[in-house]
T-cell receptor
Framework: AQKVTQAQTEISVVEKEDVTLDCVYETRDTTYYLFWYKQPPSGELVFLIRRNSFDEQNEISGRYSWNFQKSTSSFNFTITASQVVDSAVYFC??????????FGKGTKLSVKP | NAGVTQTPKFRVLKTGQSMTLLCAQD?????MYWYRQDPGMGLRLIHYSVGEGTTAKGEVPDGYNVSRLKKQNFLLGLESAAPSQTSVYFCASSYAGFRSSYNSPLHFGNGTRLTVT
């Protein structure tokens, strides 16, 4: 079975704190793809990153970084020096065998000033 | 460039009524998807299409039908709405399947909030 688990339902931090959003996945595929999406309060879904299973290099984009570890089936997302504008629901997703994306239930991040 | 456009943005239906949600994309994407988002459930795939004239069932297809008569449009139909179909519906499209060599993320519309009373 393919599954994505985001154990953290809600996280609240104060601005400038670092925060890590956890994502654990299950798949039997040897090649697979992982994604992160952001859903701000306005409701739209914004693509953040795609990672292939054969590329285990960590990725950094500005204040965002992603730590992919096949050994623990995890694809965690860290925001450094969080800002109020980072407040959103963040979804981790796994590329499914049907060609679709299988989403986790999301983590709601609240960044307070 | 409009991207993915969903109409309507909001709708209230009574149990048993029917309606069609329209999704239009202007990016010449092959793949289109319909998801529903419910509190605490994340996004779940209803139906999807890998090209004009094709459709396939996703995770939660019951009570919905779809059609992809034109490449740019993907219609989601509810023949007899039920309160359990109260949800936010998202349409998405992508150039190629995510397994392609292209970095082809899903582009989402802004959603349709449907309430069935």
């Amino acid at each position: 079975a393919q599954k994505v688990t985001q154990a953290q339902t809600e996280i609240s931090v104060v601005e400038k704190e670092d925060v890590t959003l956890d994502c654990v996945y299950e798949t039997r595929d040897t090649t697979y793809y992982l994604f992160w999406y952001k859903q701000p309060p306005s409701g739209e879904l914004v693509f953040l990153i795609r990672r292939n299973s054969f590329d285990e290099q960590n990725e950094i984009s500005g204040r965002y970084s992603w730590n992919f570890q096949k050994s623990t089936s995890s694809f965690n997302f860290t925001i450094t020096a969080s800002q109020v504008v980072d407040s959103a629901v963040y979804f981790c997703a796994l590329g499914g065998s049907q060609g679709n994306l299988i989403f986790g239930k999301g983590t709601k991040l609240s960044v307070k000033p | 460039n409009a991207g993915v456009t969903q109409t309507p943005k909001f709708r209230v239906l009574k149990t048993g009524q029917s309606m069609t949600l329209l999704c239009a994309q202007d990016m010449n994407h092959e793949y289109m998807y319909w998801y529903r988002q419910d509190p605490g459930m994340g996004l779940r795939l209803i139906h999807y299409s890998v090209g004009e004239g094709t459709t396939a069932k996703g995770e939660v297809p019951d009570g919905y039908n779809v059609s992809r008569l034109k490449k740019q449009n993907f219609l989601l139909g509810l023949e007899s709405a039920a309160p359990s179909q109260t949800s936010v519906y998202f349409c998405a499209s992508s150039y190629a399947g995510f397994r392609s060599s292209y970095n082809s993320p899903l582009h989402f519309g802004n959603g349709t909030r449907l309430t069935v009373t």
